[in-house]
């Protein structure tokens, strides 16, 4: 069992927005500013999109934003294209000292 | 721009020690700058923190893993490795090296590694 929660699917339209949502505790997700939210396609790597709730690294489409309330911790995909159909995972820094993953959402662009 | 390759068993008998070893390039295992980084990722399922080590020896492990696991540096080959004791089928599973997207920050990982996949059957 993961330590953040996160719905299994999530799916929409081309051009649609979407929103994945990611459930903590005070201990995590509403400790800290310290959510992250990763892309990981089929095969491959997990990669980083939202740092710091709100931040993209250098390279990121704007089309993905961050947001946090309380212990709940959101991504959302604006204009949804083809190529963002792909495994999301939040994660949070820990008031242990450590890393929480959520169990990841499955994107689906119908 | 440091690039990251895991190397190691892909079976590994129950009860015994899984060893996987993170080779660098691109960079140096003693720059103070990074965090040294196993995640893991069992099949269909989602992702799991497992701890690093910094240059100095200093470590950080997942609670959860912390009885079985080990991360260790060799500079003079300029990797870092993993070990965990005691397998079970529950550590079957892709195991990903990384290291910190940015500096200080060790919880953002920037996985440059392929990910290596270990099984555990006898």
């Known amino acids: 069992q993961s330590a953040l929660t996160q719905p299994a699917s999530v799916s929409g339209s081309p051009g649609q927005s979407i929103t994945i949502s990611c459930t903590g505790t005070s201990s995590d997700v509403g400790g ?44 959302t995909i604006s204009g949804l294209q083809a190529e963002d159909e ?25 | 721009q440091v690039q990251l390759q895991e190397s190691g068993p892909g079976l ?22 990074y965090y040294w980084s196993w995640i893991r990722q069992p099949p269909g399922k989602g992702l799991e923190w ?11 492990y997942n609670p959860s893993l912390k009885s079985r696991v080990t991360i260790s540096v060799d500079t003079s080959r300029n990797q870092f490795s993993l ?29 440059r590694g392929k990910g290596t996949t270990v099984t555990v059957s006898s």
Do not use: M
């Not at chain 1, 710091?52 to 709940?72: A, E, H, L, Q």
């Open chain 2, 50 to 60: 497992i701890g690093y080590i910094q240059y100095s020896g200093s470590t950080n």
């Open chain 1, 32 to 75: 800290y500013n310290y959510v992250s939210w990763y892309q990981q396609h089929p095969g491959k790597a997990p990669k980083l999109i939202i740092y710091d709730v709100i931040n993209r690294p250098s390279g990121v489409s704007n089309r993905f934003s961050g947001s946090k309330s309380g212990n709940t911790a959101s991504l």
């Open chain 2, 83 to 111: 070990k965990v004791n005691s397998v079970t089928a529950a550590d079957t599973a892709v195991y990903y090296c990384a290291t910190n997207k940015y500096t200080y920050y060790y919880y953002y990982l920037d996985v």
């Open chain 2, 12 to 33: 590994v008998k129950p009860s015994e020690t899984l060893s996987l070893t993170c080779t660098v390039s691109g960079g140096s295992v003693n720059s103070g700058s």
């Open chain 1, 86 to 110: 792909a495994d999301y995972y939040c994660s949070s820094y820990t008031g242990s000292n450590t890393v929480a993953f959520g169990g990841g959402t499955k994107v689906t662009v119908l």
